[in-house]
């Protein structure tokens, strides 16, 4: 599905005009190589300087000592020899060992020979940082003119064992230009490696990118995060998704106001929001191969969509859309309830239709005793139902809602019966709508079930008990409910109607009686008893709970 979108969206030709993400991944890696490799040049460049620098001070060491401790040397130091003396052996002593600089100073500091630059003659050369004054030999680094040598200088010694001058050995060092030289062969290697690493390594993870979110760029990924967002919440359905461990992933706005959810409920589980089992059970199951499943939660009725989707390297989630479907079903039952008061006043009808071809064939046979006499009795039976419910039953819809289903039960030839306990108050309008809508359902659903069976009886009660709240409790003589649909005879599509009911087994009305009382804070219990009891509870108060009793309720 989110491949097909994707392909939709380049389709489209929303693109961006920007670098694609492949280029960026390579753009950003050679720099970064680059970077790399400048401060690889930088560390291979000092330490070729650091190493030619302990060398060279070594060497320069061995070559100042070595050239102090020449025979010639410190005979014509000791002697009082002219400068021209000096310049053949320490020349030939320069050539010999291949140093830069090889320099001799009479004890004062004076400089007596210099073959390699002339200039130097008859100057105090001056070697900074300055050794001590304990006549030792001594290395390192310091200025000649105007360059930096690696210097090493050593006293020279008459036979007596007095200082008689100095030799100072010196090697230039190389330019940075030359240090880059002799490091090329490892920065090419360098660069060689990383480049080859770096270009595959960027496009190897821009593949892996690019598989990863479906072949989209950086920018069409924000829009769809954007459109996402707008999308969950703006629309009026619920979303809400659940993974395999019960947590919640996703709740937009309708959702959390549907299903009564706190704010920030991503992240916890499902069944610690405040959910009642039934809903935990339908938002959290992963067999979604149905469509349009029905839910009640907080007297609201809801259709579920579900789809279970496989994120990448993630768990499975369950995605549910909800749809309040209160209204259209409660229209549905006024519509049900009209055709329902449609057929009662044509089973009416039908009745007084008898009635009055009885009447008239007896007044046209001439026997009016027998016509007086079967009005009466007619007249009789119809006052004492009518003074019986109204005397029991004192609102007055509830009273004309039983004084009509008595006349539907005795035309499909079943007997409704009021019990002699039936005490029912006048009530307010809301209430009474609603013992409308609950008696009303539980009677047709008890005349549906005795259809066919061999005693076809219906026993309805209605009581205000202690706690205020009326209770109405149906029975009937039919088979009851199959053990099967226990668990699930309130839902709504759920039905235990036979082909024998005659009526359209939609499974509406139980579901309907629930919704009704549990919006109340009441509730519907069922249990077998010589066929089916239905009890349900509406507290009189809509605010005040009253539930039936826990082990008559399957709920």
Do not use: C
Request: glycine content about 8%; cysteine-free.
């Amino acid at each position: 599905m989110m491949w097909t979108r994707a392909v939709r969206l380049r389709a489209s030709g929303i693109r961006s005009s920007r670098l694609s993400l492949t280029r960026q991944l390579l753009l950003f890696q050679l720099s970064l190589i680059a970077l790399v490799l400048v401060a690889v040049t930088a560390i291979s460049v000092e330490q070729t300087r650091s190493s030619f620098e302990s060398g060279a001070q070594r060497r320069m060491l061995t070559v100042a000592e070595y050239t102090a401790a020449n025979p010639l040397l410190r005979s014509l130091l000791d002697s009082t020899a002219v400068p021209q003396q000096f310049s053949i052996p320490v020349e030939s002593l320069r050539t010999t060992t291949g140093v830069d600089q090889l320099i001799v100073t009479d004890v004062d500091g004076r400089v007596i020979a210099a073959p390699a630059d002339p200039r130097l003659l008859a100057t105090n050369l001056a070697i900074d940082p300055t050794p001590d004054e304990s006549d030792a030999a001594w290395a390192g680094i310091a200025p000649i003119g105007t360059r930096d040598y690696v210097v090493a200088q050593v006293p020279v010694l008459s036979n007596a064992g007095v200082v008689v001058g100095t030799v100072v050995a010196a090697r230039q060092f190389p330019a940075v230009a030359e240090l880059l030289a002799s490091a090329a062969p490892n920065l090419l290697t360098y660069v060689g490696v990383a480049g080859v690493l770096g270009v595959a390594g960027s496009l190897l993870l821009a593949a892996r990118v690019k598989r990863q979110t479906l072949g989209l760029e950086p920018e069409q990924i924000g829009r769809l995060v954007e459109h996402r967002d707008a999308m969950i919440h703006g629309i009026r359905e619920g979303v809400i998704a659940v993974d395999t461990d019960g947590l919640i992933t996703l709740a937009n706005d309708s959702a959390r106001t549907l299903l009564g959810l706190p704010a920030g409920v991503e992240g916890r589980a499902i069944d610690a929001v405040g959910l009642d089992d039934e809903a935990v059970r339908a938002l959290s199951r992963h067999d979604v191969d149905e469509i349009d499943t029905v839910l009640v939660n907080r007297g609201v009725l809801l259709v579920l969509n579900q789809t279970l989707i496989h994120p990448p390297r993630s768990r499975p989630e369950v995605v549910t859309t909800l749809r309040d479907r209160t209204e259209l079903v409660t229209l549905q039952h006024d519509l049900g309830s009209s055709r329902q008061a449609t057929d009662t006043l044509r089973a009416q009808t039908h009745e007084f239709a008898n009635r009055l071809h009885t009447i008239s064939m007896l007044m046209q046979l001439g026997d009016t005793e027998a016509a007086v006499e079967y009005v009466d009795t007619v007249t009789r039976d119809r006052t004492d139902l009518d003074n019986t419910v109204l005397t029991r039953l004192q609102e007055p819809a509830v009273a004309a809602l039983v004084v009509a289903k008595t006349s539907l039960a005795r035309e499909r030839g079943a007997t409704l019966e009021l019990s002699a306990e039936a005490v029912l108050q006048r009530v307010d309008a809301d209430l009474s709508i609603d013992l409308v809508t609950v008696i009303g359902n539980l009677v047709d659903n008890a005349l549906d079930a005795v259809t066919g069976a061999p005693e076809r009886r219906v026993h309805l009660d209605v009581q205000t008990k202690a706690g205020g709240a009326v209770h109405v409790t149906v029975r009937d003589s039919g088979p009851g409910i199959d053990p099967a649909l226990l668990d699930r005879v309130f839902e709504v599509g759920v039905t235990s109607k036979s082909a024998l009911a005659g009526a359209d087994a939609h499974g509406y009305g139980l579901a309907i009686v629930r919704l009704v009382a549990t919006r109340r804070g009441g509730g519907v219990s069922y249990r077998a008893e010589n066929g089916a009891v239905f009890e349900a509870v509406l507290p009189v108060d809509a605010s005040k709970q009253v539930v039936p009793d826990e082990e008559q309720t399957h709920v």
